[in-house]
């Protein structure tokens, strides 16, 4: 049962435009959510992370959004660089003690010059 | 600073042998995390070590999955009578303490099961 989803497996997008990734998430008792990039054989690197208290948070190119109503969030990156091209992962944690994070199965993106 | 490393980057074994595989995290965190990432997969949690705490191994797939940290700095995830369905990438991360920190992950380590 796959509780963190991203349905995209890859996107697209010119440079200079907006790169749109999508992640839904299944549990309810989900209270922080992150995203992570990833470049070939390296790890994952933080990009940006939203607690369930807030429905926005910004940091330079990055905006991450939270529906919690719908489960859904979205990290937008304006203006997209060829640089950004990676794997994106959503991530989730219920937070406490442990802080164990489920992630999706990830976005390539794709940034074309 | 020095990020999380992890040895080997690559290992290649033969279905039935032992592996281990090695964690240093950053320097000052007391959170350690292990994961794997099947291939077409996310991340997939292993286990988590905090500071002198029983460690939480809820996600250890199975008894031939084992992991210890020793003087609370580096860890070993240990996999006995390897499968070929344990091919995958570990990877470790660490943070200041549980809860809401960051994790930071190392490069991982490329486990192929022959």
């Known amino acids: 049962d796959q509780q963190v989803k991203q349905n995209s497996p890859s996107l697209s997008v010119q440079e200079g435009r907006i790169s749109i990734l999508n992640c839904d998430y299944t549990?309810?008792?989900?209270?922080?959510f992150l995203w992570y990039k990833k470049y070939p054989a390296e790890g994952p690197t933080f990009l940006i992370s939203i607690s369930s208290i807030k429905d926005k948070n910004e940091d330079g190119r990055f905006t991450v959004f939270l529906n919690k109503s719908a489960k859904h969030l979205s990290l937008h990156i304006v203006p997209s660089q060829p640089g950004d091209s990676a794997v994106y992962f959503c991530?989730?944690?219920?937070?406490?003690?442990?802080?164990?994070?489920?992630f999706g199965t990830g976005t390539l993106l794709a940034v074309q010059p | 600073g020095a990020g999380v490393s992890q040895s080997p980057s690559n290992k290649v074994t033969e279905k039935g042998k032992d592996v281990e595989l090695r964690c240093d995290p950053i320097s000052g965190h007391t959170a350690l995390y292990w994961y794997r990432q099947s291939l077409g997969q996310g991340l997939e949690f292993l286990i988590y070590f905090q500071g002198n705490s029983a460690p939480d191994k809820s996600g250890l797939p199975s008894d031939r999955f084992s992991a210890e940290r020793t003087g609370g700095s580096v860890s070993t995830l240990t996999i006995q009578r390897t499968q070929q369905e344990d091919s995958a990438v570990y990877l470790c991360?660490?943070?200041?303490?549980?809860?809401?920190?960051?994790?930071?992950f190392g490069p991982g380590t490329r486990l192929l099961v022959l």
């Open positions: 549990n309810s008792m989900f209270d922080y």
């Open positions: 991530a989730a944690s219920e937070g406490g003690a442990t802080n164990k994070l489920i």
């Open positions: 991360a660490s943070s200041l303490e549980g809860g809401m920190k960051t994790q930071y």
